[in-house]
């Protein structure tokens, strides 16, 4: 493997997951910034974790992120229950580590950070679930660096 493959081997995708739609970012190759990938409109199970299994060989990812909504007190509700069986399919299928990290308040904080950059509503629509990915994905990576400072 030469220098170049090593770096983007550090690679993290981050994902959240929704009934309808999984929001999708991927981390710079030194796992410092998230960026806004996909959307991937959910078909059924086997071919959503298709999907991210070719998402994870293309952009050679080392590690999968998956927001969790747990409820405001820290609980598993039915959407928490419905992650983590789509998380536990991604382990199954992948060869690197799926890892659940709390994605409570991420939807908010991105429809807010849209609205003040004056987005859309529809234009809100068509990219929350990749900036709630995003949003994930950098709360791991400041988490990860602020671990090892």
């Avoid at 409820?71 to 991604?90: E, I, N, S």
Wanted: net charge positive; glycine share 6%.
């Amino acid at each position: 493997m030469d220098l170049e493959q090593d770096v983007n081997a550090m690679r993290i995708l981050g994902l959240d997951v929704g009934d309808r739609r999984v929001g999708i970012a991927l981390s710079d190759a030194l796992g410092l910034t998230a960026q806004r990938l996909r959307v991937l409109e959910r078909t059924g199970a086997a071919s959503d974790v298709a999907a991210v299994e070719a998402l994870v060989a293309e952009h050679q990812v080392a590690r999968v992120i998956v927001g969790l909504p747990l409820t405001m007190a820290g609980a598993q509700g039915p959407q928490a229950k419905k992650v983590l069986a789509f998380a536990q399919q991604l382990r199954r299928r992948l060869s690197v580590p799926v890892d659940c990290v709390d994605e409570r308040l991420t939807t908010v904080q991105g429809e807010r950070a849209l609205i003040e950059t004056g987005a859309s509503r529809r234009k809100r629509k068509q990219v929350i679930d990749q900036v709630a990915a995003q949003l994930i994905l950098q709360h791991y990576l400041d988490a990860q660096r602020n671990r090892t400072n």
